[in-house]
C-alpha cells in the first residue's frame, strides 16, 4: 500500500509499510528466532526434535493470528519451544530429552508467566490436538494409537497419566496442563468412537456394540 504525496509540483509516492503481512517478517524476523532457537537445539535436542521445532516455526509463521512484531525475538523462540517441549511431554523427568521450563526461560532470559503466556497464544492459534504429527514425536503419536482386538474392541493406546505424574513433581501447573489436555483428547475420542457405533448400528454390526463402555 503507499500514499501520494505533493511536493514542488511532483507527485512522490511513500511505501507504507503493513506490519500484519508475514512476508514481511520472513527474511528478518524469523531468521533470528530460527538463529536462537537454534543455540537451544543444538545443546538440549537431538535431530528429530530439532526438525519437529523447525516445523513448529513453519506453522507459528504461517498463522495470520500471530504478530511476529508483538514481543521480542527471546521471548518468541523460547515460547516455541516450550510449546514442543509441552506437546512431547518433554517435561516428564523420564523422557529421553527431558528439560524443564526453568531450562528455557534461564536459556532465553525470559520470565516464566510471560512464557507460558506466549505458549498458550501460540497453541490456541495453532488449535493443536496432542499427538499431531507435524510436530509431535512417533512416541507421542503413538500414545494416541487405535487397536482394534479380535472381538471387535477398539482400544486407544493411552499412557499418559505416568507422565502426568512425573511432571507434576517439577511443574504443577504444567501437569494441570497436560492432564486438561488429556482429558479433552479422551472426549474427542469418544466422539468419534460415538459416530462409530451409530454407523455400525445402521449396518447391523455387532462386533463393535459395546466400545463405550472401556470408558467408563
Given at each position: 500500500?503507499?500514499?501520494?504525496?505533493?511536493?514542488?509540483?511532483?507527485?512522490?509516492?511513500?511505501?507504507?509499510?503493513?506490519?500484519n503481512s508475514p512476508s514481511l517478517y520472513k527474511k528478518t524476523t524469523i531468521e533470528e528466532i530460527r538463529e536462537n532457537m537454534q543455540i537451544f537445539t543444538a545443546k538440549y535436542f537431538d535431530g528429530i526434535l530439532t526438525e519437529l521445532s523447525e516445523n513448529l516455526l513453519r506453522v507459528v509463521q504461517k498463522n495470520r493470528r500471530l504478530n511476529f512484531f508483538k514481543g521480542?525475538?527471546?521471548?518468541?523462540?523460547?515460547?516455541?519451544?516450550?510449546?514442543?517441549?509441552?506437546?512431547?511431554?518433554?517435561?516428564?523427568?523420564?523422557?529421553?530429552?527431558?528439560?524443564?521450563?526453568?531450562?528455557?526461560?534461564?536459556?532465553?532470559?525470559?520470565?516464566?508467566?510471560?512464557?507460558?503466556?506466549?505458549?498458550?497464544?501460540?497453541?490456541?492459534?495453532?488449535?493443536?490436538?496432542?499427538?499431531?504429527?507435524?510436530?509431535?514425536?512417533?512416541?507421542?503419536?503413538?500414545?494416541?494409537?487405535?487397536?482394534?482386538?479380535?472381538?471387535?474392541?477398539?482400544?486407544?493406546?493411552?499412557?499418559?497419566?505416568?507422565?502426568?505424574?512425573?511432571?507434576?513433581?517439577?511443574?504443577?501447573?504444567?501437569?494441570?496442563?497436560?492432564?486438561?489436555?488429556?482429558?479433552?483428547?479422551?472426549?474427542?475420542?469418544?466422539?468419534?468412537?460415538?459416530?462409530?457405533?451409530?454407523?455400525?448400528?445402521?449396518?447391523?454390526?455387532?462386533?463393535?456394540?459395546?466400545?463405550?463402555?472401556?470408558?467408563?
Amino acid at each position: 500500500m503507499c500514499k501520494v504525496f505533493k511536493r514542488q509540483g511532483k507527485n512522490i509516492k511513500v511505501e507504507r509499510m503493513n506490519t500484519n503481512s508475514p512476508s514481511l517478517y520472513k527474511k528478518t524476523t524469523i531468521e533470528e528466532i530460527r538463529e536462537n532457537m537454534q543455540i537451544f537445539t543444538a545443546k538440549y535436542f537431538d535431530g528429530i526434535l530439532t526438525e519437529l521445532s523447525e516445523n513448529l516455526l513453519r506453522v507459528v509463521q504461517k498463522n495470520r493470528r500471530l504478530n511476529f512484531f508483538k514481543g521480542s525475538v527471546q521471548s518468541w523462540a523460547a515460547a516455541i519451544i516450550y510449546t514442543l517441549a509441552r506437546f512431547n511431554f518433554l517435561f516428564d523427568k523420564d523422557a529421553p530429552n527431558h528439560i524443564t521450563p526453568d531450562m528455557i526461560c534461564n536459556h532465553f532470559s525470559e520470565d516464566a508467566i510471560k512464557l507460558i503466556k506466549r505458549a498458550d497464544q501460540i497453541e490456541q492459534a495453532c488449535d493443536f490436538e496432542l499427538g499431531n504429527p507435524v510436530i509431535s514425536l512417533k512416541t507421542t503419536m503413538s500414545m494416541f494409537e487405535l487397536f482394534t482386538t479380535s472381538s471387535g474392541f477398539i482400544i486407544p493406546k493411552f499412557s499418559l497419566e505416568s507422565s502426568a505424574e512425573n511432571i507434576e513433581k517439577i511443574n504443577p501447573a504444567e501437569a494441570k496442563w497436560v492432564k486438561k489436555k488429556f482429558e479433552r483428547k479422551i472426549k474427542s475420542v469418544k466422539a468419534d468412537l460415538t459416530a462409530k457405533l451409530k454407523q455400525a448400528a445402521l449396518k447391523k454390526n455387532p462386533p463393535v456394540k459395546n466400545q463405550l463402555e472401556l470408558f467408563g
